[in-house]
Structures are given as C-alpha cells and as structure tokens.
C-alpha cells in the first residue's frame, strides 16, 4: 500500500521557520517525482513546489520563492519542506504528494496534510 | 505562468443528473491536464490524467476531454458521494517548470 505521512505542522510565528517532512512506504520511493500543495483554510489547492527523482528539477511557486526550499532523502525515503520567513498568508494545510509513474507530472497519491499557523 | 480558470465557481444538480464542469487554460497545456476530487477533510484524489485517461479504480461514470486550452470533466450520473470540489491541474511545464491548479468547483446538491 502506497503511504505518505507529513509532519513538522504546528504554529509558528511570522518570520519563523518550519521544516517539513514526508515519510513514504510501499513504493520505490528514488524512482518518483514529489510535490509540495497547499491549502488555505476554506480556499483552493495552490501548488507549492516539486524535486525530480535526482533532485537536478527544482521549481517553487512565486509565492514561496527565496524562501521555501524542498528536498528528498532517497536513502531515507523520504521529502522535505524548508519553510523561512514565514507569513500570515502560509498558513495552509501543506498535503505532500508523489507525481505518477514514468514520469509523469502529475500527483497521484497524496499525504492527509500537515496544518501549519503562522500567527504572532 | 500559466493560468488555469475553472467554471462554473458552483454547480448545483440533482442526484442521477449529468454534471459538466469547465477548466481553461491561459496558454496551450497540450493534455498535460489532470482533475482531482475533494471530499471536506479529506486529500485530493486524482480521477483523470493526460486530460481524458481515468485514474485505477475510478467508476466510469467520469470522463474528462479536451486539448490545447478547453477542457471539460463529466460526471455522467451523479451519485451521493460525487458531492465535493473539483479541482483541474495543468502539469505542462514540468519538469522545467511549474504546475497550476484551477480555483476549483464546487457541486452541490439541487
């Protein structure tokens, strides 16, 4: 069975940092993509970020550039979210997501999220 | 960037009814567009990739089309648990760039 567990949620105060992360099991976790999608209380998803299988494909939202930084460990199956100078507007459900086969680039299994606050 | 704009905002329809929900892109995605279904508390499921290809496990009575900028997700006969938002996702780019979701849909009971 295909699982991705977030944790590192909580709350933080503006301009704080958090560190995200993703456990993973079920699957061969160095042969996938990953994302990084949020969601604001009663809004929309908002993709944050994705790292290919090597890492050498990094993209960020402009939202979260220069701040956020996402990462994998293929040794410990497992991603990351580096979260810097955060804001009132980061406040969100953070779901990880793995991309489909192949390469494919778009999610298709997805953690149940990690609620992360920022607020003084 | 591209944009992607889904419509309508809401839709209302009754149970066994036929539900068509829009997604439109800013620029050509080819069919790098996929829709996900969120249920309240719960993680977005993926029903549809490479614009009309039905995700494992997802009943026939969804069907997605479409190409270049418009398109559309069908729900044939909607059922009680069809009930939630939709959201269209626009993987073009990738991987040397971004993704971008639409605003979402939701349907609603008539």
């Known amino acids: 069975e295909v699982l991705l567990v977030e944790s590192g949620g909580g709350l933080v105060k503006p301009g704080g940092s958090l560190r995200l992360s993703c456990a993973t099991s079920g699957f061969t976790f160095s042969s996938f993509n990953f994302n990084w999608v949020r969601q604001a209380p009663g809004k929309g998803l908002e993709w944050v970020s994705s790292?290919?299988?090597?890492?050498?494909?990094?993209y960020y939202a402009d939202s979260v550039k220069g701040r956020f930084t996402i990462s994998r460990d293929n040794a410990k199956n497992s991603l990351y979210l580096q979260m810097n100078s955060l804001r009132a507007e980061d406040t969100a459900v953070y779901f990880c997501a793995r991309d489909g086969p192949l390469r494919s680039g778009y999610p298709d299994y997805w953690g149940q999220g990690t609620l992360v606050t920022v607020s003084s | 960037e591209i944009v992607m704009t889904q419509s309508p905002a809401t839709l209302s329809v009754s149970p066994g009814e036929r539900a068509t929900l829009s997604c439109r892109a800013s620029q050509s995605v080819t069919n790098n567009l996929a829709w996900y279904q969120q249920r309240p508390g719960q993680a977005p499921r993926l029903l549809i990739f490479?614009?009309?290809t039905r995700a494992a496990g997802i009943p026939g009575r969804f069907s997605g089309s479409g190409s270049g900028t418009e398109f559309t997700l069908t729900i044939s006969s909607l059922q009680s648990e069809d009930f939630a938002v939709y959201y269209c996702l626009q993987y073009n780019n990738w991987p040397r760039g971004e993704k971008t979701f639409g605003q979402g849909t939701k349907v609603e009971i008539k």
């Open positions: 490479a614009a009309s």
């Open positions: 790292i290919s299988i090597r890492s050498d494909n990094i």
